[in-house]
Structure formats: C-alpha cells, structure tokens
DNA sequence: ACGCTTTTCTACCATATGGTAGACAGCGAT
DNA sequence: ATCGCTGTCTACCATATGGTAGAAAAGCGT
C-alpha cells in the first residue's frame, strides 16, 4: 500500500522485534508480523527468504542499535567507572521501558538454536570484552570493588536486562509504571549496582 | 510402557518443566513431551485436558518446589538478613544451575497470556509480601542499606534468575560450567548480592 | 470369571504455519 | 509503446499441531 521507497523492510524488522521481544520467536507466525505491518506474507518472504533468516537480521540490528547505545553512552560520560556505569544504566534503561522487546529479544536469544545464539555470541564478543578488560582494569586501580570482571559483567548484564524485561515480576512488587515509577526504578537500579561495584 | 501407578502424570510434568523451560511455552509440542516420557500424545491429554491447562499445573508445581526451597533456606538460617540472603542463594542456586529451566520457566511467564501471568502472580504474592516486609524491617533496624524494599527485591530475583538463566551471557563471558566455575560464579553472585545490600 | 473403572493407544480431523510458484502492478530507460 | 526490473499479491501446498472419538488394555473388587 503506502511503502514509500525501501521502508517495507525496517518495518517488518520493527515489528520484528516487538513481536519476537515481546511474545518469543516461536509465538509469532509471519503472518501476524505482515498483519502488523499491513502486508502479505509474501512480502515478508520477499525481504526475508525464511522466518530464520529474518530472525537472524532482527537479532543483528538489534545488537547493533544497543551496542551504539552504550557506546554513546560511555563516551559521554568522564573517565571514571562508577559514572560510566550510571552513564550506561540510564541510556539502556530509557529504550528498555519504552520498548521491552529490545531487551526481551536478546532475552530470548537463550532459547534459540545454538546457531543463531553462536552467531549473537560472536557479534557481541568484542564488545564484552572491552567491557571486561576496562572492569578489570579498574578494578587493578583500585576503583571498583576487586572481583572476577566477567562474572561482574555478566551479572550487571542480568541484573539489568533482568529488571528491564519482567514486568511480572515488577507487577508482584506492586510498582507502577508511572513517570515517578519509572524515576523510582532507575534510581534503585542506579543504587544497587553502584553498591555492588563500589570498592 | 512402565508407568508404574500414577507416575505417568508426574513425569510428563517433569518433561514439560524442562521443555518448557529451556525452549519456550510454545516452541514445545505435545508430541515432544509424549516422547520424552515414552507415551502417546494422547495420554498427555488424558492427564491435562489441554496444553493449556498443562502450563497451568507446570507453573503451579515449579512456584511449590521453589517456595519450598527458600522457605527451608530461611528457616535454616540464622536470623541475620545477610547470611539469610547468602542462604536463598546457595539454595536456590544449585537446582537452578542443575535444572536450569526451573527458573528459565519462572522467565517465561512473561511472555504468556496475561491469564497465567496473573494465576502465578497471584500464588508467589504472599511469599512476595513477606520478603517485602522483612528487608523493610531489617533496613530500618540498619541491618541493610536503606532502599525501596519491593525494588530491592525485584533487582535481587532478577540477578539471580538472570543469570542462572542465561547461558549464552555466561559464555559470552568466557564461563565453563565446570564444578570449579560453579563454585566461583556462586561465590561472585554472593558477593554482589551482598555488596549491594549492605548498610 | 465377570463387570466396572482407570489408563493408554490408534485412528482421525480442522486449522495454522512456513514456504513455493507464478501472476500482476509500478516505473525508469530506451 | 515496450522491455526489464522491483516489489507486492493471490493461489496453493505439505506438514505440524492441538484436540476429538472411541477402541483396546490393565487393574481390581466381587
């Protein structure tokens, strides 16, 4: 219908990620996202030879939209740890509520066939590992608390990814999803972390 | 083929905890199940009605074997919120790291209808509340770093869960499931949690 | 042995789903 | 005008899946 110039494909991947965050992969048929978007199945198939395929293209450009995320993040913010971690927390955190599937597809990525989790893994590898190597950097200087910097890593990763994308467990704490909510949640994130890295 | 008395019923639970956990609700058939446990497809919806209704008695079980953990890990701790929470989590952490789709179930009820959501919801509240009330009890005796108790508690269960959960984040990492790193990732996962909530 | 209940299995069925084949439309270049 | 290319659609297809109907076992009390 309307599909001005190339636009079908993002978004196809759009509604991708909402739905494949959302609801996970196998829950949702390629004829819902071409509803979504108002399309044929068909078209979805012309962009996408198969539903792995576009599983493989939603999972890459999610995690370069994150990676450009913290990467901004971490440049803005001065040359000290504890800040650059909070620099981080609050740039995840704004696209984390107001789209849940962003984090909740890299969620899902667990679930998926070891292939499309390897070629994740691998994508994302450099990425970790800058992220350990300056922990542990830090952590030699004597400003972050001294511990194993991939397990610290992976453990912020969890706490945040983890907070961000439960909603039911949010709900069974009784918070709100209001604007002071939200203020509130990233306040306590902030706090718990930086309690758990301080040295 | 065996089934000796009623032991049909709880192992096709058992599968489908698994299952269910590892890969997701819907990426599970009853076929699958059914050949896990050695039965026709049939004979799992003798014992539960529907695949539906199957979930049902899968979440309510695994919510029963975890409160029963906790609950014995509490009661056997002294009464000091830290070694208490140092307790929970070498409880709940070593069936978490031998069945990992215990928690990886818990994981997945967000992505269900709300309907289930809220029938698990409804079951974990009162454990919920108390939790709750008890970090708030104890940050006000000082005990604990003054915070939002119901936060407090949400950000602990998505550490853990988190990263218990997450096998491609370990390995991303660089993790080895092995009885040495388990032993580590079990010490990190205290002394964060620990850090965190101290005065 | 015989009935009655519980448990499991063998057909089936309707539907949903991923995917193929090919027609049709828009459009820029010649 | 028409050729060729790109993008979208309609028409199908094979298969997988949740679920139904009812037959065969398997116990079990009498």
């Keep these: 219908m309307v599909t001005r110039r190339g636009m079908t494909r993002s978004a196809i991947l759009e509604a991708s990620v ?4 959302s609801r996970g992969f196998s829950a949702v048929s390629l004829d819902e996202i071409a509803g979504v978007v108002g399309v044929a ?3 979805v198939l012309y962009w996408f030879p198969s539903k792995d395929e576009l599983l493989d293209a939603v999972l890459e450009q999610t995690a370069l939209e994150l990676a450009a995320v913290i ?3 971490v440049r803005s913010a001065p040359d000290e740890p504890l800040a650059r971690i909070e620099a981080v927390i609050k740039a995840v955190l ?3 509520v107001r789209r849940p ?3 909740g597809l890299v969620r899902e990525v667990s679930r998926l066939s070891p292939d499309h989790a390897a070629r994740l893994t691998d994508q994302v590898r450099p990425f ?3 992220a350990t190597d300056y922990l542990g950097e830090e952590m030699a200087n ?3 608390r001294m511990a194993d910097p991939g397990l610290v890593v992976a453990l912020a990763y969890a706490t945040v990814t983890g907070i961000a994308t439960e909603p039911t467990a949010l709900q069974a704490v009784e918070w709100q999803a209001t604007t002071t909510g939200l203020r509130r949640l990233r306040r306590e994130l902030t706090e718990f972390l930086l309690a758990a890295l301080r040295p």
Tied chains: 1, 2.
Aim: hydrophobic share 45%; charged share 30%.
């Design 18 to 21: 909402d739905l494949f965050g």
């Design 41 to 43: 199945k068909q078209t």
């Design 71 to 73: 990467e901004a993040a």
């Design 94 to 96: 704004r696209p984390a």
């Design 101 to 103: 599937a962003l984090l």
């Design 128 to 130: 970790v590992r800058r």
């Design 142 to 144: 004597g400003r972050l």
